[in-house]
């Protein structure tokens, strides 16, 4: 724990969330500046200002050959593959440290492990819904790029497009219900900005609850001994 700490520092965090935004932003909005349509006009041999009109639809703004092999090949694919592997080895190493602690002791296992196995359970399901948001947009990628004469519903597509845009909203919602601190968070801004009840941004959290808690208590007994004098 004490070596995460050394490594994983805020500083660092900060620094790895932006480079994954920025390679996102490249990654996803680079084919968008339409080289795609340029090169199937030029192809044509005409570039009219009528020629220039363009459908906005998925497959005929990004190219597939993008698509499949730099995009799902390269970006998409092994990652999955890997945060599998990497899933796999921590749920093997967690139930392995699981049954040390019951053959040395008889004491809880839960104590030591049922956070990280809690933790682990939920960026698992993160992982699940992604590869089911996303999966099947890139398969009908693939298709569309070997198969050029396979026909595919359009419905098909939209839906695959939009499972692909709700992965995003569903995450802070799994964040929220299975990690504590995610759902305080979410309460406190569902009260400050949403039901403007907390304008000030002073609702207790869990530590300050315990802090007044304790002070109620010790004044309590105070009043107590008093009254016994």
């Known amino acids: ?28 909005l680079t084919p968008m500046f339409g080289w795609n349509n340029l090169r199937h006009l030029r192809d044509n041999g005409s570039l009219v200002s009528d020629d220039l009109v363009v459908k906005c639809r998925f497959e005929t703004v990004i190219s597939m050959d993008y698509m499949v092999y730099f995009n799902f090949f390269g970006w998409v694919l092994p990652p999955l593959l890997l945060m599998l592997l990497i899933y796999v080895e921590i749920f093997y190493m967690i139930h392995k440290q699981l049954n040390k602690k019951v053959t ?13 196995l809690k933790l682990a359970k939920s960026l698992a399901l993160v992982l699940l819904l992604f590869a089911v ?25 939209f839906i695959a497009i939009l499972l692909t845009h709700g992965n995003s909203a569903v995450n802070p919602i799994v964040y929220a219900f299975r990690i504590k601190k995610f759902r305080t968070a979410f309460w406190k ?29 010790l004044r309590n007994e105070d009043y107590d001994d008093d009254d016994d004098v």
């Open 104 to 116: 040395v002791s008889h004491a809880d296992p839960s104590l030591y492990f049922g956070k990280e």
């Open 133 to 157: 948001s996303w999966l099947p947009l890139h398969i009908l990628n693939c298709i569309t790029l070997f198969c050029p004469k396979c026909d595919k519903p359009a419905s098909l597509v």
């Open 189 to 217: 801004i569902c009260h400050q900005y949403v039901l403007c009840r907390d304008p000030v941004g002073q609702l207790p959290q869990e530590g300050s609850r315990r802090i007044q808690n304790t002070s109620r208590r």
């Open 1 to 28: 724990m004490a070596s995460y700490k050394r490594v994983v520092t805020p500083q660092r965090a900060r620094l790895a969330v932006l480079l994954c935004w920025l390679v996102s932003i490249l990654v996803g």
